[in-house]
């Protein structure tokens, strides 16, 4: 239940520097995870919480509900800390993509039927937070919460602005910015709400 | 040979948006690339080549020599893409950290012994940069090239400043900013020079 020393010293910095902001204490925790993890205070006021984001999402967490993410590099930044959830890769799942399909939005769609009402973890491709979003809008996911941060250039806001537009729990990057590690940095914050810090451990691992 | 469709969309942007700036050719197709996977223009002005970086770095990719990174996270992000060299993480390496080491900084030291003229990957733990600063200095390790990346508040900045007193090969980015996705965007632009662009194959697994 302790912060690591290493941790806690670059909290205090964060806390610091942060200047005035209107977040509540639990959006802070994220917020400051993700500033941690980037190094980048911006995301003070780009992170957005929506629909009883942080409520439902610890609580799916404590309900062992599982998490599926976009990419490998999302699962490699939260394996292996506080969190015990079934964990699913939309790339890995290994489904061969339709006419005009990526494999993440392949893989995507089939987690999306064997898990309707998983956490949703997308940190890079754009196309999976659209068809994430066209599921949603179908009625055919219900998630129990969307972290909705790809990186990027082409079709990243307008997928963000998608799943903006529907009332399901979500914490969103507004913009361009996002990436592997902020959504890391979200499940990680969201985990230590659920169960406790555990950067001890986390850090024994590093 | 060719870039994908959207990667050549993205770099358009990014070309259009970068500013004036007085990077070289190689200098700026890995800059672009980092912007690429951050969407944070700020590592226009904040990465460094030293000491031949990029040209030792082509050359040592091109020349099959292994590539040892510190975390999964880095190591996902380059795995399949166009790197065909050995790849090695040293938070893998399962050394037994002696008192007070991390893990990461005994896996590094292990891997320096094994592999001391390798190319140098620390996108995330500032000791396994000093503990890389340390083997340079007493001779233990030569190289190809040291990309200094990692991202955080503490230790991080005094970690870069060590590698950037060395007389060796490297990419540096100056401040508290870096991370997997800079670490992982700098040595896949590196393979795009050293064995042409590879988007299409990237992008076709994505």
Do not use: W
């Not at 205070?41 to 942080?54: N, P, Q, T, V």
């Not at 890995?92 to 939005?105: F, L, N, Q, S, W």
């Not at 754009?126 to 941060?149: E, K, N, Q, S, Y």
């Amino acid at each position: 239940m302790k912060l690591h020393p290493i941790t806690a010293e670059s909290f205090a910095i964060i806390d610091a520097e942060i200047g005035p902001h209107t977040l509540t204490d639990s959006e802070y925790r994220v917020v400051r995870r993700v500033i941690h993890s980037t190094a980048d205070f911006e995301y003070k006021d780009l992170l957005r919480f929506e629909h009883g984001a942080i409520e439902q999402g610890v609580q799916a967490l404590r309900a062992g509900i599982p998490v599926v993410v976009d990419v490998q590099m999302v699962k490699s930044g939260v394996t292996g800390v506080a969190l015990t959830n079934p964990l699913y890769c939309a790339l890995d799942a290994g489904t061969m993509p339709g006419p005009g399909e990526t494999r993440t939005e392949a893989g995507l769609n089939a987690l999306v039927k064997r898990f309707p009402q998983a956490v949703y973890v997308i940190g890079n491709a754009p196309t999976a937070l659209h068809a994430l979003a066209r599921a949603i809008h179908r009625g055919d996911a219900r998630p129990a919460l969307v972290v909705a941060v790809p990186v990027g250039f082409v079709q990243v806001v307008q997928a963000k602005a998608a799943i903006g537009k529907l009332a399901v729990p979500q914490i969103r990057v507004e913009g361009r910015k996002g990436g592997s590690p902020v959504a890391a940095g979200i499940i990680n914050a969201l985990a230590s709400l659920a169960f406790g810090e555990d950067d001890e451990k986390r850090a024994a691992q590093i």
